[in-house]
């Protein structure tokens, strides 16, 4: 009668390392490529952005994008290029009409007002932290936590007022 051996014959563990090995050697290539094509749609996303005039939609973004990049893109994976862009701090989501814009300070901390036109559509961002003080103040007074960043306020931009 022959013992089982208690571990793996040579051979085999020495094939399973190989195999670890090669699988290992592999894997930062492949990770390099996706994460290559990852970073291609929020920097087609961003630069779509950044030539806008008005927020934008995911699908005002995704056909553009979609041109861009001469590939079809599912809207989840736009959704995630604008919550990374948001993350970073380049761009904003306004709270209404769930649209878009590239942040005009882009990279810095800051508390923004936007000044939304209902007549052109056009977004005026201000970088004015006096407002976001005043307003920390009076949640502190109520033990609220305020977690939103962007003030809006919706009129008639100077433009529209001018033509009018
Ligand atoms: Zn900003
Ligand atoms: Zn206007």
Do not use: W
Not at 112 to 127: R, T, Y
């Amino acid at each position: 009668m022959t013992k089982k051996p208690a571990t793996l014959p040579k051979s085999s563990a020495r094939a399973a390392a190989t195999a670890k090995k090669s699988a290992r050697t592999f894997s930062p290539l492949g990770s390099a490529v996706v994460a290559e094509k990852l970073r291609e749609v929020p920097e087609a996303v961003y630069a779509r952005l950044n030539q806008a005039a008005a927020p934008l939609t995911a699908y005002d973004l995704i056909d553009s994008v979609q041109k861009k990049l001469n590939r079809r893109l599912h809207p989840p994976t736009i959704y995630r290029a604008l919550s990374q862009l948001v993350e970073r701090g380049l761009i904003h989501r306004l709270e209404s009409g769930s649209s878009y814009i590239a942040c005009a300070s882009p990279g810095e901390p800051h508390h923004s007002i936007l000044f939304l036109c209902n007549q052109c559509g056009s977004a005026d961002e201000a970088v004015d932290n006096r407002v976001h003080a005043l307003l920390q103040e009076d949640a502190k007074r109520r033990g609220f936590a305020a977690e939103s960043e962007v003030i809006e306020v919706r009129g008639r931009c100077a433009k529209c007022r001018k033509t009018n």
